[in-house]
């Protein structure tokens, strides 16, 4: 037995070394450690990265309650195991509590080779319990022999894993682990439940706004593009959103060329109306119908179009509000890690809107993040770098092969590169240093364009943020070009420049281009250009004319187009006829006719001179066709010349006509062979002229009766034949002349007469051509009343009499007196004692035929009265004399010491016995008084007026007058009087001790205050004291009266009742005798018992149940 237990560990050690040494050579699988190199948080439904706030913390505020839209993007960096990666080794992301994870497993991708180089297993540990994300390498020498070199390096990209919180966080602090990290992150986050918004006041002030951008996965395939693909970026734009009314609206969309590139997706665009809630929901949308109720326009390549809606305010939302719009539409999507952006801007009536009406800005920027959220990837890395993008101008298909130089900023240590567009069209520059990008913008240069593409050398600048750079630069295809031509011909005479035209037709039926023709007969289309080898068809046509004497080609010219590719992108192209190429056209000669109108002038041959015929003569390019035609009253003087030739060899023909003349007539041709001729013959016969004279007998118009203008008929042999409007010429006369008349009619002279036009008011008279009216002026009265306004002649001063004189004004004029018109009021015309009335009479109303204004002044208006006249009426007025009484109250009662002087008094001003105005006095009029002015007279003799006052209780009242007669009312009042009268009482046993005062000394206070007054008290005067003659009131409050002893007696207490002092002494007593020994207090009883000695029995007894119980454990244990 000892032997095997000696020889058991040796053969056990030398089976493990035998199993070391002859094991086979396999290489095990590892985990690779700290290679996480940074963790972010994506928002699914933004798609866009959650950064932290200005205290580090990442808040997620998911819409709809729903915490499962997030994602840690977890980048990865192998490059420590360069070289030393081999399938199966795997690393691992673990994702801390309290959140949770869903189990899943998804492919890890490398994008430029489309290979899986791992798998990804993601555990969940449970709600709230975090989980694992494993990731397993594989395919590595795949990729290596589809990357090229002589070791697997160089690994980087990142992997989605998404996450969600049961439950809202407050400043969580999220630990990775050190060991799966590079260096130690940490993350700290808030989960907070999304809550709903108000957005009406935004929405209030809103034009347009642009967003989403979020890339999905999703098949697509595009006829419009020619593409297809499995992921889109999804784009909306509002438009009026506070749905302002706005007859057309135009929306301008374009992708942003400093960014990844995009395209629109065509068969994606969508339009509805409709309007938006308070929460920004799109609400009661309806879909428009495109070219019904829109319009939209792209560019060749769909990165850009402009949407009109025309009437856009008669579609109404269904809140009864002009509607608001929505567009949306998706593009293509990079998918590679990089930012995409979107541009809008809005117009309203044509007027270019901010997109907020606080706001400045008319154009909107969404930018999107072109990042596939799902599985995992090697991604673009943009930091501190270049990217550039190398599209085709119209299909915007990526390009490889294109050269970039791009310089760094002076100053920067970064050295001039050159980069190269790979397979997918994609450039990236080095990675630049913070300082380096701080320096300035980069210039980039392209040198070399991709194989059949134009360069596009122009530099541009870039600016390199911590996000990089972008740019999308296009290029255009180098085009083959070739010209189509053919020939015109023409018979028959001379073509001319530009007088036939043709069409060029493509392959697919469309019209490239109509051109007319040249003077030498050539036919040119403008350059084609061609962009892809091929075979390509049009077809020549001419389009057939509207001129009759012209036989039109209708044949068609095939052209085939033939571009070949010479290699490298040459294009070399050639063309061919299927026919021959000239257009031949015949022309015959048309034949014409010329129409000729004879037109008579002669008052319908009033004179008898008028021809039975004429004749006309036809001339050709002005000689003379030998043809003539005849005109009369039969044929109603006209004719034609027919079946002439239109031109002469190709050139038209001009016909032109003349008349044989005709005695006494002359004669005018107008118009064109074209048209017709019309040949005007003229006679003028004999006339003679008519003048009417007017005549006024109406005092020079004095009443305006005369009218403005009057109306004179001419008569022909009685019968009215012309009428006139005659007015006043600028010298005052009025006539009026018919000029040109026929003088004979039928042969026999014509006899003129004239009439008037009746005129209101007047009478007429006619003599030969003069006509003479009549009228007489009107005239009238004007009235003028005296008021005297003096209280009835109060003062005895009213005249006896009073002189007005008459004043005119005519028109505009000022208002002068009318000569000898005056007139003299007395008392005899009086109607009642202040009123006198008298007239002017027989006067004119109208002066030059305007009506006359009277008027009137007073002469030598009486002393002491002033005249103003209103209308007719001439008020006198005296204002009589009046006095005002003033004084002052003077109170006499010692500055109202005892409080009876009243608020106020009331002070009478009397007539004799009759008080005519009582007048309130007080401290506020500061004791002053003033009357009312009063009449000074009554009936001519002066008022003697008096002062009284309202008796004031205990105040006697004096009425004074200064010789300003200024009054002064005194009232007088004694202030009362009162008197202290006290005792000295003593209470020390008759003075038994022998210490009492001759005598003390009392003084007096009032209202506690000393007086100054003092008594001597002594048994002379009975031990009693007196103070008289003192003020009973201060200020109206009656005083309070107390005496004090001055100097109380030492052995003595003082006390003070009403107004006498007690002084008490107490005399000494024998000294008693001594029983108990002062100070030492009887003993007192024993304490009660406060509980010590129950304290030490419970001690005692506590110590022996301690001991008990330690004996039974001791026991206890021992038995054990």
């Known amino acids: 037995m000892k032997n095997k237990k000696f020889w058991l560990p040796i053969l056990t050690s030398l089976t493990c070394l035998l199993g070391i040494i002859f094991a086979p050579n396999s290489v095990q699988a590892k985990e690779l450690k700290n290679v996480i190199s940074n963790i972010g948080i994506w928002e699914v439904d933004n798609g866009k990265f959650i950064k932290p706030d200005a205290n580090g913390v990442y808040t997620l505020s998911p819409e709809h309650h729903n915490y499962s839209n997030y994602k840690f993007t977890v980048d990865y960096d192998l490059s420590a195991y360069d070289g030393k990666l081999e399938d199966g080794d795997t690393f691992t992301f673990t994702v801390p509590s309290p959140l949770t994870v869903r189990n899943e497993t998804f492919d890890l991708k490398d994008k430029e080779t489309d290979l899986v180089i791992g798998e990804t297993q993601i555990v969940s540990n449970g709600d709230n319990n975090g989980g694992k994300a494993t990731i397993t390498l594989k395919n590595l020498k795949t990729y290596l022999e589809k990357k090229g070199g ?123 109306a409709g309007w938006y ?70 117009k309203g009536d044509d007027q270019i809107l901010t997109y907020d009406d606080y706001s400045n800005k008319t154009v909107v920027k969404q930018i999107g993040n072109s990042v596939v959220a799902s599985g995992g990837t090697i991604q ?19 390009l490889k092969g294109a050269k970039f130089k791009i310089t760094p900023p002076a100053g920067a240590t970064a050295k001039e590169e050159i980069v190269t567009t790979n397979d997918d069209g994609i450039a990236e520059s080095s990675i630049y240093s913070e300082s380096d990008i701080k320096k300035g913008n980069f210039t980039v240069t392209e040198v070399e364009a991709p194989e059949g593409y134009e360069l596009n050398p122009t530099p541009f600048e870039m600016t390199v943020g911590q996000d990089g750079a972008i740019k999308t630069v296009t290029n255009k295809r180098i ?77 068609t010219v095939t052209a085939t187009v033939t571009v070949a590719d010479k290699g490298k992108g040459a294009l070399e192209s050639t063309v061919s006829y299927d026919d021959e190429k000239a257009f031949e056209n015949t022309y015959t000669p048309a034949k014409t006719e010329v129409s000729v109108k004879k037109v008579w002038k002669d008052e319908n041959n009033q004179d008898g001179k008028r021809p039975s015929s004429v004749t006309v003569k036809l001339l050709a390019d002005g000689q003379d066709t030998g043809k003539t035609l005849e005109l009369n009253a039969a044929n109603n003087w006209a004719g034609s010349f027919t079946n002439l030739d239109a031109d002469k060899g190709g050139t038209p023909i001009k016909y032109t006509v003349v008349e044989v003349t005709v005695a006494g007539y002359t004669s005018e041709v107008t118009g064109d062979a074209a048209s017709g001729f019309t040949i005007t013959n003229s006679y003028s016969p004999e006339t003679v002229d008519v003048k009417a004279t007017k005549n006024w007998d109406d005092a020079n118009n004095q009443d305006g009766k005369r009218p403005t203008k009057i109306t004179i008929n001419l008569l022909a042999d009685g019968q009215k034949v012309d009428s006139k409007e005659v007015q006043a010429a600028a010298d005052g006369t009025w006539t009026v002349e018919f000029t040109k008349l026929a003088k004979y009619k039928a042969g026999k002279e014509i006899k003129y007469t004239v009439t008037e036009e009746a005129v209101a008011e007047y009478e007429s008279t006619i003599t030969d051509f003069t006509i003479t009216n009549k009228y007489a002026p009107k005239a009238i009265d004007y009235k003028v009343t005296k008021v005297w306004n003096d209280a009835n002649n109060q003062d005895g001063k009213r005249p006896e009499s009073v002189t007005v004189q008459l004043y005119k004004k005519v028109g505009d004029a000022d208002p002068v007196a009318v000569e000898g018109k005056k007139l003299t009021l007395t008392a005899k015309d009086k109607t009642d004692a202040n009123t006198w009335v008298a007239s002017f009479t027989n006067l004119p109303q109208y002066e030059a035929g305007k009506e006359i204004t009277y008027s009137i002044k007073e002469v030598d208006v009486p002393a002491g009265y002033e005249a103003s006249v209103t209308g007719q009426v001439v008020t006198n007025t005296h204002t009589p004399e009046t006095v005002v009484l003033s004084g002052t109250k003077v109170w006499k009662d010692n500055n109202n010491q005892d409080g009876k002087r009243a608020d106020k008094v009331k002070v009478q001003i009397l007539n004799g016995d009759k008080v005519v105005q009582e007048i309130e006095v007080s401290e506020a009029t500061g004791w002053k008084f003033e009357s009312k002015a009063l009449p000074k007279y009554e009936n001519g003799k002066e008022i003697k007026y008096t002062v009284k006052e309202v008796a004031v209780k205990e105040y006697t009242s004096t009425v004074t007058t200064d010789k300003d007669g200024k009054y002064t009312v005194t ?72 005496v004090e002893e001055v100097n109380v007696p030492d052995g003595y207490t003082a006390s003070v009742e009403g107004y006498n002092i007690t002084n008490t002494h107490t005399p000494e007593k024998p000294t008693p005798g001594k029983p108990n020994e002062p100070g030492k207090p009887k003993k007192g009883g024993e304490l009660p018992n406060t509980g010590s000695e129950s304290n030490q029995v419970a001690l005692v007894a506590g110590i022996a149940l301690l001991g008990l119980g330690t004996g039974f454990l001791a026991r206890r244990k021992k038995e054990d």
């Not at 260096?183 to 808030?190: R, Y």
């Not at 019209?511 to 403008?526: L, R, Y």
């Not at 210490?995 to 031990?1023: F, N």
Request: proline residues 2%; without cysteine; neutral net charge.
């Open 380 to 398: 673009l890395e943009t930091g501190y770098r270049i990217i550039l993008y190398k599209v085709d101008e119209l299909t915007h298909d990526r």
């Open 479 to 555: 085009k083959a070009k070739v010209k189509i031509k053919a020939n015109k011909k023409l018979t028959g005479r001379e073509l001319k420049a530009e007088e036939f035209e043709f069409t060029l037709t493509d392959q697919d039926g469309k019209v490239k281009e109509t051109v007319k023709n040249n003077k030498d007969g050539s036919i040119a289309f403008s350059e084609l250009e061609f962009d892809k080898a091929g075979t390509y068809t049009f077809k020549i046509a001419e389009k057939a004319g509207s001129d009759t004497s012209i036989k039109y080609d209708t044949k």
């Open 277 to 346: 809630d308070k929460s920004y929901y799109f609400k009661d949308e309806v879909v428009l119908e495109a070219g019904k109720d829109y319009q939209v326009s792209w560019n060749e390549s769909y990165t850009d179009f402009t949407l009109t809606i025309n009437n856009a305010s008669s579609i109404v939302a269904k809140n009864g509000k002009p509607a608001a719009f929505r567009i949306n539409y998706k593009t293509s999507a990079p998918a590679d890690g990089t930012k995409v952006q979107n541009n809008a801007e809005m």
């Open 150 to 272: 002589y070791q697997v390096q160089n690994v980087k990209g990142n992997f989605f894993v998404g996450f969600s919180s049961k439950n809202e966080l407050s400043n969580e602090t999220l630990r990775f682990d050190k060991t799966e990290t590079i260096n130690e992150i940490t993350h700290q986050i808030k989960v907070k439940r999304g809550e709903a918004s108000d957005y009406s006041e935004g929405i209030g002030r809103a034009n347009f706004s642009k967003y989403h951008g979020l890339i999905y996965k999703e098949d697509w395939t595009s006829s419009a593009l020619n593409k297809s693909g499995q992921y889109l970026h999804s784009w909306y734009v509002r438009a009026n959103p506070k749905q302002a009314a706005y007859n057309k609206i135009e929306i301008h969309d374009w992708v942003d060329p400093n960014a990844s590139p995009m395209q629109m997706i065509p068969e994606t665009f969508k339009v509805t």
């Open 971 to 1042: 009232n007088t009042h004694a202030p009362e009087k009162t008197s202290v009268k006290g005792h000295k009482i003593w209470k020390d046993e008759e003075n038994k001790d022998g210490i009492r005062p001759a005598s003390i000394t009392v003084k007096l206070l009032a209202d506690g205050k000393e007086t100054g007054q003092t008594a001597t008290v002594s048994e002379t005067s009975g031990w009693t004291y007196e103070f008289t003659g003192l003020d009973r009131y201060q200020e109206g409050k009656e005083i309070a009266y107390t």
